[in-house]
């Protein structure tokens, strides 16, 4: 009986929630929606490219890893164990893909966006589950976004990175990221 109850009370919360708020940002940045172009390159760059466990040893490999690092921690467990090392691959990869001089102003625009909102919400999680923010206070949305466009971007991204450089890159692996 308890548990219906309770199912009860969340159904109707969850009828209060405007989950529109979710893609406010992503909106603005105008990558609402959109849908990967690239998957057959980034599949064969994380199976030819990507070890099973651990870092590459090669750029193209480890820029792919880390987004779908991003990407897991924020979807599966909504940035709740956010850290340095995921904060370090936001710099890292806006460094990278901004700086590789592939890309348009507006592209670099869009890039630098996606990665500074995935930043804020996992700094705004680690915040949370640090207890700096409480259950009260805590903005569901702001925690994690779950939704695939901003990653598929990014992905499509770092896919057309690897075909303007198909030969692996030297990546030099880092002592201190264990993610």
């Given at each position: 009986?308890?548990?219906?109850?309770?199912?009860?009370?969340?159904?109707?919360?969850?009828?209060?929630?405007?989950?529109?708020?979710?893609y406010e940002v992503v909106e603005k940045i105008g990558v609402r929606g959109y849908l990967q172009i690239h998957f057959e390159e980034c599949k064969y760059i994380w199976r030819k490219m990507v070890p099973e466990s651990g870092q590459a040893d090669n750029l193209q490999g480890e820029i792919l890893r880390m987004i779908v690092k991003l990407r897991n921690e924020a979807i599966n467990n909504g940035n709740i164990n956010w850290d340095d090392n995921?904060?370090?691959?936001?710099?890292?990869?806006?460094?990278?893909?901004?700086?590789?001089?592939?890309?348009?102003?507006?592209?670099?625009?869009k890039i630098k966006m996606i990665l500074d909102y995935i930043k804020d919400n996992g700094n705004y999680a680690r915040k949370y589950a640090n207890g700096e923010i409480t259950d009260n206070q805590v903005d569901i949305f702001k925690l994690a976004y779950t939704d695939d466009d901003i990653y598929d971007y990014l992905e499509d991204a770092i896919a057309e990175y690897y075909l303007t450089n198909t030969i692996p890159i030297p990546y030099e692996i880092k002592d201190f990221i264990y993610r």
């Open positions: 009986m308890n548990n219906t109850k309770e199912l009860e009370n969340f159904t109707i919360n969850d009828d209060k929630i405007d989950w529109s708020k979710q995921f904060e370090w691959f936001c710099n890292f990869l806006k460094e990278n893909l901004v700086s590789c001089g592939l890309f348009d102003e507006e592209k670099i625009i």
